[in-house]
């Protein structure tokens, strides 16, 4: 029988140095993980490449996968894991932030969503039980309970509706997900399960909501309803006003976030897990993070610049390609141009982990973080 276990190993101030255990591998945290959103990284990169990238967990998105191929026919070949070629943890979004980006195509009941697919219209239901379903016929590693991320701003009546909703959704969740995990053909029988605390940006709500899912008694929390809008103070607010809520002896899981400089300060509020698709999706416009902070390669000072996007960097492209060679793909459209950028990118966010790993290991977080994190905002 296998068992969770999240091992926290040390702390400096509210910053967490932990291991996080799994059927699928061990997860050094603080992590990023990488949004895979269908299976694949935008931008041509490989599961095998992700190993290169020091990768540690993939993120594949529940909505995008159960439409296309439909999360049956990856059952039926075998699983995510087997059918992208990734043996390590995978977290599978519930589909319920796109779900509810759909504002014209669907509608909110106590029993889910009705809305309709935004590539071709067709007319779907997701509620709890079936988002848990799609996710344990993928059998990722973590599985996200189906929630409601309302629109930031909402009046504070709207926001305590939806997290009283989110809450009941929780609770058919965790029951599903336990009656899926005990049937002898389930692919994951040991899928984990995360809660998500919402509730806007009003500090009491969130408050009341996180002890309210705390009690759950669930593999790991979430924060969520994030990075959609309000300012960067509003966000560590809220992460400050929730923190001393959520279970300590469980991973902490802020979803969507974000800039490096998000994640070192919110790092320093207590938080274990991220992920974005900021450092692929950039990446693909030519905006590479560097040490000395962010470069945009289309800039015409690059074309005869023969040395690599990081001089401190060892990702493959830095070690085989210089700022010039990736300035001429951009301008001439080659794809190669988006797989080298987004393989530096991620590599950087994932070195940025690891840096972060090892302050907190020896106890110089502090000094770490006055150092970047207002260097690595800067554009250069």
Same mark, same amino acid.
């Given at each position: 029988m296998f068992y969770i276990m999240y091992e926290l190993i040390k702390k400096e101030g509210k910053a967490r140095r932990g291991v996080f255990t799994t059927v699928h591998g061990t997860v050094q945290t603080p992590?990023?993980?990488?949004?895979?959103?269908?299976?694949?990284?935008?931008?041509?990169?490989?599961?095998?490449?992700?190993?290169?990238?020091?990768? %540690?967990?993939?993120?594949? *998105?529940t909505y995008h996968l159960h439409l296309r191929p439909g999360d049956r026919i990856i059952r039926e070949l075998g699983g995510l894991h087997r059918f992208m070629g990734w043996e390590r943890p995978i977290l599978t979004d519930s589909g319920g932030f796109q779900v509810f980006s759909l504002s014209k195509l669907r509608q909110i009941r106590e029993e889910g969503v009705y809305f309709?697919?935004?590539i071709d219209g067709a007319k779907i239901f997701m509620g709890p039980e079936e988002s848990m379903q799609i996710q344990s016929n993928l059998g990722s590693t973590i599985a996200m309970a189906f929630d409601e991320c309302v629109e930031n701003p909402s009046t504070l009546e709207y926001a305590e509706q939806s997290c009283a909703r989110t809450t009941r959704w929780?609770?058919?969740?965790?029951?599903?997900?336990?009656r899926l995990n005990s049937l002898p053909d389930t692919i994951n029988r040991h899928q984990l399960l995360f809660g998500i605390n919402q509730g806007c940006i009003y500090d009491e709500?969130?408050?009341?909501?996180? %002890?309210?899912?705390?009690?759950?008694?669930?593999?790991?929390?979430?924060?969520? &309803?994030?990075?959609?809008?309000?300012?960067?103070?509003?966000?560590?607010?809220?992460?400050?006003?929730?923190e001393p809520y959520m279970p300590q002896d469980k991973p902490r899981y802020l979803m969507g976030v974000g800039t490096p400089a998000n994640i070192i300060e919110s790092v320093a509020r207590g938080v274990d897990l991220f992920d974005c698709v900021m450092p692929s999706r950039n990446a693909r416009h030519a905006h590479l993070n560097t040490w000395s902070g962010t470069r945009n390669l289309m800039n015409a000072k690059y074309t005869r610049d023969d040395r690599p996007v990081d001089?401190?960097?060892?990702?493959?492209?830095?070690?085989?390609?210089?700022r010039a060679y990736l300035h001429h793909l951009f301008k001439a459209n080659e794809m190669l141009a988006m797989r080298l950028a987004v393989m530096h990118n991620l590599y950087f966010?994932?070195?940025?982990?690891?840096?972060?790993?090892?302050?907190?290991? *020896?106890?110089?977080? &502090? %000094?770490?973080?006055?150092?970047y994190s207002e260097k690595l905002a800067i554009r250069i």
């Amino acid at each position: 029988m296998f068992y969770i276990m999240y091992e926290l190993i040390k702390k400096e101030g509210k910053a967490r140095r932990g291991v996080f255990t799994t059927v699928h591998g061990t997860v050094q945290t603080p992590a990023f993980m990488n949004v895979g959103t269908a299976a694949a990284i935008k931008g041509g990169i490989s599961s095998y490449d992700l190993v290169e990238l020091k990768c %540690q967990v993939e993120l594949c *998105n529940t909505y995008h996968l159960h439409l296309r191929p439909g999360d049956r026919i990856i059952r039926e070949l075998g699983g995510l894991h087997r059918f992208m070629g990734w043996e390590r943890p995978i977290l599978t979004d519930s589909g319920g932030f796109q779900v509810f980006s759909l504002s014209k195509l669907r509608q909110i009941r106590e029993e889910g969503v009705y809305f309709s697919s935004h590539i071709d219209g067709a007319k779907i239901f997701m509620g709890p039980e079936e988002s848990m379903q799609i996710q344990s016929n993928l059998g990722s590693t973590i599985a996200m309970a189906f929630d409601e991320c309302v629109e930031n701003p909402s009046t504070l009546e709207y926001a305590e509706q939806s997290c009283a909703r989110t809450t009941r959704w929780l609770y058919r969740c965790k029951e599903e997900m336990e009656r899926l995990n005990s049937l002898p053909d389930t692919i994951n029988r040991h899928q984990l399960l995360f809660g998500i605390n919402q509730g806007c940006i009003y500090d009491e709500l969130r408050i009341r909501h996180m %002890q309210d899912i705390a009690g759950l008694e669930l593999d790991g929390y979430a924060i969520g &309803g994030l990075a959609v809008g309000e300012t960067a103070a509003e966000m560590y607010r809220i992460i400050d006003s929730v923190e001393p809520y959520m279970p300590q002896d469980k991973p902490r899981y802020l979803m969507g976030v974000g800039t490096p400089a998000n994640i070192i300060e919110s790092v320093a509020r207590g938080v274990d897990l991220f992920d974005c698709v900021m450092p692929s999706r950039n990446a693909r416009h030519a905006h590479l993070n560097t040490w000395s902070g962010t470069r945009n390669l289309m800039n015409a000072k690059y074309t005869r610049d023969d040395r690599p996007v990081d001089e401190e960097c060892g990702c493959p492209t830095c070690r085989r390609h210089s700022r010039a060679y990736l300035h001429h793909l951009f301008k001439a459209n080659e794809m190669l141009a988006m797989r080298l950028a987004v393989m530096h990118n991620l590599y950087f966010y994932n070195t940025l982990m690891e840096k972060i790993r090892e302050a907190l290991d *020896n106890g110089t977080f &502090g %000094q770490f973080r006055e150092t970047y994190s207002e260097k690595l905002a800067i554009r250069i």
